[in-house]
């Protein structure tokens, strides 16, 4: 059974950083790309970063030069270190495989607001 478990969400100021955790499922981690995701109100989910097995990375244009993503194989840990945030980074942010799964955690909230 595939596991996704987001934590590290939170509110912040415009400007402040946050990093995010998402623990997932050996059974996947190893083989996958992993990726997060966010969903703001009223949006459909959207892509965010994702990094390969091998550590490749790639940003959304909406965040790049602000958050950096990582992993940790040995403990099959993806983060999501969030900085210089905006409100228009509000949202429920998730983790999951690149392509995605069809198994969703129940992501980690993050407000962007003073």
């Known amino acids: 059974q595939v596991q996704l478990v987001e934590s590290g969400g939170g509110l912040v100021q415009p400007g402040g950083s946050l990093r995010l955790s998402c623990a997932a499922s050996?059974?996947?981690?190893?083989?996958?790309?992993m990726g997060w995701y966010r969903q703001a109100p009223g949006k459909q989910r959207e892509w965010v970063a994702y990094i390969t097995i091998s550590g490749s990375l790639n940003y959304a244009d909406s965040v790049k030069g602000r958050f950096i993503i990582s992993r940790d194989n040995a403990k099959n840990m993806v983060y999501l270190q969030m900085n210089s945030l905006k409100p228009e980074d509000t949202a429920i942010y998730y983790c999951?495989?690149?392509?995605?799964?069809?198994?969703w955690g129940q992501g980690t909230q993050v407000t962007v607001s003073s």
């Open positions: 999951n495989t690149v392509p995605e799964g069809r198994s």
């Open positions: 050996a059974s996947i981690f190893s083989i996958s790309a």
